[in-house]
């Protein structure tokens, strides 16, 4: 199981038959354990890592949230409230200096600031936050996402 889901996870697309000989298995074999997999949730879902050019939300922030756990759940409750929203990608549940960790992306600047500020701030819960923005990604999901580009003019010295 683990080197399907391993195999998946760098390439979704694979197909059951280049999978199959990948594990020594049957296509059969392969798709059956694909489909038990997503059966028991084990695979939640399958998604492509985009390009920033072609990204049609390329503003993407890390935020910090610092809460205060309910009573009968914890930190469950608030991450589930803040996972409701459309913006967010990720809730991580942390260890250190801050409680949550958020991924949010939004079409602009703007958006994402005005989202931390009216919609995700004022939560009852939530105590403070610190957004991050993403200045440039090298990878991403595992996905080396920059070619190196080779200069291939030569040093010239007076």
Do not use: C
């Not at 059969?28 to 997503?38: C, H, T």
């Not at 049609?56 to 929203?85: C, H, M, W």
């Not at 403070?128 to 291939?152: M, R």
């Amino acid at each position: 199981m683990d080197a399907l889901l391993n195999l998946l996870k760098r390439n979704a697309r694979t197909s059951s038959a280049e999978l199959a000989v990948l594990l020594g298995k049957t296509e059969q074999e392969v798709n059956d354990e694909i489909a038990r997999l997503e059966s028991e949730g084990v695979i939640k879902g399958y998604s492509a890592v985009i390009d920033e050019q072609a990204d049609l939300n390329p503003v993407t922030a890390y935020i910090e949230l610092k809460v205060s756990p309910k009573a009968q759940s914890g930190f469950d409750a608030i991450a589930r409230a803040v996972g409701q929203y459309e913006e967010v990608e990720n809730v991580w549940l942390m260890s250190g200096a801050y409680d949550l960790g958020v991924t949010v992306k939004g079409k602009t600047l703007l958006d994402v600031s005005l989202f931390v500020s009216q919609r995700l701030a004022p939560l009852d819960g939530i105590l403070s936050t610190a957004t991050h923005f993403v200045l440039k990604k090298y990878k991403d999901n595992g996905v080396d996402l920059n070619e190196e580009i080779v200069d291939e003019r030569g040093f010239v010295s007076p």
